[in-house]
């Protein structure tokens, strides 16, 4: 019921027109469609009645970030209501409850500042955030902050004195620096500098020196939306390209009755229903026991970082040459799924924790 209402407001709302009318007039974000996902309780997923959401879970996050990624909907829905409200449900205190809030509402929004070099890697974070009285000096920059261009304000990773410190600090403080940087899947990211900001105690999310025990859950939240969202774009991929086949004819019969591409499409049909299940494990792991959900996270986002990139190769392939024009939206598909398997941890990241937790 979820899925069904989703679509059926994503149809009309954001069809893969949409984006392409946002990146021709040279925007990355449509705040009006972001209020109408918030009046719907989407921005409130994850986020307890107490505080305005509905608190779904995570297995109904995903069945959403699905439902966005077959039309390839650009949002602050996985920076915002899925990482920024798990980090801000581990704290509970009372301005975690009014940031909730605020999210619910659709009010405030949020972007992740963690990556500093060309891979996904929290732990080797050199930011520094250096002890000035009660409070921190930030000094430094990050990159690749997804929706770091809008948010109203950013969850931060620094190093201090021992060990690193998560922050969640107003976007517009002094001493930040953003360079809106427009991806190549039409998203807003950014390069964010820090040039000796002011932090203080109130700043801290968490404790000192304990970024992870905040952070980790959040991470694998959105890493587990991510793969879903990423899961949708293969199945909107996959369906683009079986209308092509019963539609382009050659020899006066359809593709589609080529033995060679059904068997093609088959394939690509059985990968996205496997890593469906993936996904949905995923989902049910962290509702069910988050501190064991990490290979179930990484399987997941492994596996929808591998399909979606088989998906979008089939589809560009069995289109043939219009495949790979502009004019055509299979191009569309192929550079969100380019961008996506690069976010919190590309496949031989994911591939890695998967083969060190298996004992291997």
Not at 41 to 64: F, K, N, Q, T
Not at 67 to 81: D, H, N, Q, Y
Not at 260 to 265: K, N, W
Not at 327 to 340: C, H, S, T
Request: aromatic share 6%.
């Amino acid at each position: 019921m979820l899925a069904d209402s989703a679509r059926g407001f994503l149809d009309g709302a954001a069809p893969v027109s949409h984006l392409r009318g946002l990146r021709d007039a040279g925007k990355t974000h449509d705040a009006r469609l972001w209020r109408d996902m918030a009046q719907m309780g989407w921005a409130g997923i994850l986020i307890p009645e107490d505080a305005g959401g509905s608190d779904m879970g995570h297995a109904a996050a995903g069945v959403l970030a699905a439902e966005m990624g077959k039309t390839l909907v650009t949002s602050p829905f996985l920076s915002t209501a899925v990482i920024a409200a798990t980090a801000l449900k581990q704290v509970g205190d009372a301005r975690g409850i009014a940031a909730l809030k605020s999210i619910a509402a659709g009010e405030a929004t949020y972007a992740l500042a963690v990556d500093e070099g060309r891979k996904f890697a929290p732990d080797a974070t050199e930011m520094e955030a250096k002890a000035d009285g009660n409070g921190f000096r930030l000094s430094g920059a990050k990159t690749f902050v997804v929706d770091g261009a809008l948010a109203d304000r950013l969850l931060v990773l620094a190093r201090t004195g021992g060990g690193l410190t998560l922050f969640d600090i107003p976007a517009d403080r002094e001493g930040i620096t953003r360079d809106a940087q427009h991806m190549i899947d039409s998203r807003d990211s950014a390069r964010i500098r820090f040039d000796d900001v002011a932090a203080t105690g109130d700043d801290v999310l968490g404790a000192v020196d304990d970024a992870m025990t905040v952070l980790r859950p959040a991470l694998e939240a959105g890493q587990a939306a991510l793969a879903a969202e990423m899961s949708g774009l293969a199945a909107g991929a996959f369906g683009m390209t079986v209308a092509y086949l019963k539609e382009r004819k050659q020899f006066g019969v359809p593709i589609g009755s080529f033995q060679a591409l059904q068997h093609r499409a088959a394939h690509l049909w059985c990968e996205t229903e496997v890593t469906a299940s993936a996904i949905l494990h995923a989902g049910r792991a962290l509702d069910e026991d988050a501190a064991n959900a990490t290979l179930a996270v990484s399987l997941a986002k492994a596996r929808a970082t591998a399909t979606a990139q088989l998906a979008v190769m089939e589809g560009v392939q069995m289109h043939g040459g219009i495949g790979m024009t502009d004019a055509y939206d299979m191009g569309f598909y192929m550079k969100r799924a380019r961008v996506a398997a690069e976010w919190l941890g590309d496949y031989g990241h994911h591939a890695e924790v998967v083969a060190g937790l298996r004992g291997f």
